[in-house]
C-alpha cells in the first residue's frame, strides 16, 4: 500500500511562490505516473499536472501552464509542485496522487495541503 503525504502549502501573497512537495511510502512511486490536483471551496477538484514515470513528460492544465512546474525524484520517492506567479484564484487544497498503471486511474491520493493566495 502506498502512502502520500503532501506538504509546503501555506499563505502567500499574489504574485509569489510556493513548492509543494508529494513524499511516498510503503511502496517505490517510480513506477507510477503522478499527478496533482486541486479543490476550492465550493467546487469540484480539477486536475492541475500530470507528470510520467521518468520525469521526461509533464503536463498541464491551462490555467498553471507557464507558472507550475511539476517535478519528481525518483530515488528520494517524491514529487514536487513548483507554483511561481500565484493567483488568488490558485487558493485551494492540493493532493497529489499515483497513477499505477498509466490509464488515468488515480488510485492513491494524500490528504492534502491548503495553498491560499491573498490579493
Known amino acids: 500500500q502506498v502512502q502520500l503525504v503532501e506538504s509546503g502549502g501555506g499563505l502567500v501573497q499574489a504574485g509569489g511562490s510556493l513548492r509543494l512537495s508529494c513524499a511516498a511510502s510503503?511502496?517505490?512511486?517510480?513506477?507510477?505516473?503522478m499527478g496533482w490536483f486541486r479543490q476550492a471551496p465550493g467546487k469540484e477538484r480539477e486536475f492541475v499536472a500530470r507528470?510520467?514515470?521518468?520525469?521526461?513528460?509533464?503536463y498541464y492544465a491551462s490555467s498553471v501552464k507557464g507558472r507550475f512546474t511539476i517535478s519528481r525524484d525518483n530515488a528520494k520517492n517524491t514529487v514536487y509542485l513548483q507554483m511561481n506567479s500565484l493567483k488568488p484564484e490558485d487558493t485551494a487544497v492540493y493532493y497529489c496522487?499515483?497513477?499505477?498503471?498509466?490509464?488515468?486511474?488515480?488510485?492513491?491520493w494524500g490528504q492534502g495541503t491548503q495553498v491560499t493566495v491573498s490579493s
Open positions: 496522487a499515483g497513477d499505477p498503471r498509466n490509464t488515468y486511474g488515480y488510485d492513491y
Open positions: 510503503g511502496r517505490t512511486v517510480s513506477n507510477y505516473v
Open positions: 507528470i510520467s514515470r521518468s520525469g521526461g513528460s509533464t
